[in-house]
């Protein structure tokens, strides 16, 4: 691959979606199959929890089974990059937006408290991408 660069303009949805599927990519490469299968959809429905858990645990074997060395490996990291800086950029611009701080004001404690707000720490060896607001 090259170094070559490129720009996606997107919505806050799309970018709220794009951190999610960022996240889960990462966590499966990882083995951590339980957060993408928490995220079906009805999964928290109203159920048979004991066979909620059972039949996860199942999954998660088989996982284990067709990647029995991803539990003791991290993954290149570039999804893990991807998604700490959506969450980063998605994080201040909400806390922006609910008046927690304004533009340019430091991080502020104890209202800010997630790791959400942390500086993005680069996992891949690859620069970190850049995400900015383009309607400020």
């Not at 799309?14 to 339980?34: M, N, S």
């Not at 957060?35 to 999954?59: K, M, S």
């Not at 539990?71 to 994080?91: C, F, M, N, P």
């Amino acid at each position: 691959m090259t170094d070559r660069t490129y720009t996606i303009t997107v919505t806050e949805r799309q970018a709220a979606e794009l951190q999610e599927a960022c996240e889960l990519l990462a966590r499966i490469k990882i083995g951590q199959i339980d957060h993408a299968i928490e995220r079906l959809p009805g999964f928290y429905d109203r159920r048979d929890w004991e066979q909620v858990h059972a039949t996860r645990h199942e999954i998660q074997r088989l996982a284990n089974t067709l990647m029995p060395e991803a539990t003791k490996r991290r993954e290149d990291g570039v999804a893990w990059d991807l998604y700490q800086v959506i969450r980063h950029r998605l994080s201040w611009d909400r806390a922006h937006d609910q008046g927690v701080i304004k533009p340019g004001e430091p991080r502020k404690w104890p209202e800010m408290m997630g790791v959400c707000y942390d500086e993005p720490l680069a996992m891949s060896g690859l620069p970190l991408a850049t995400i900015k607001d383009t309607d400020k």
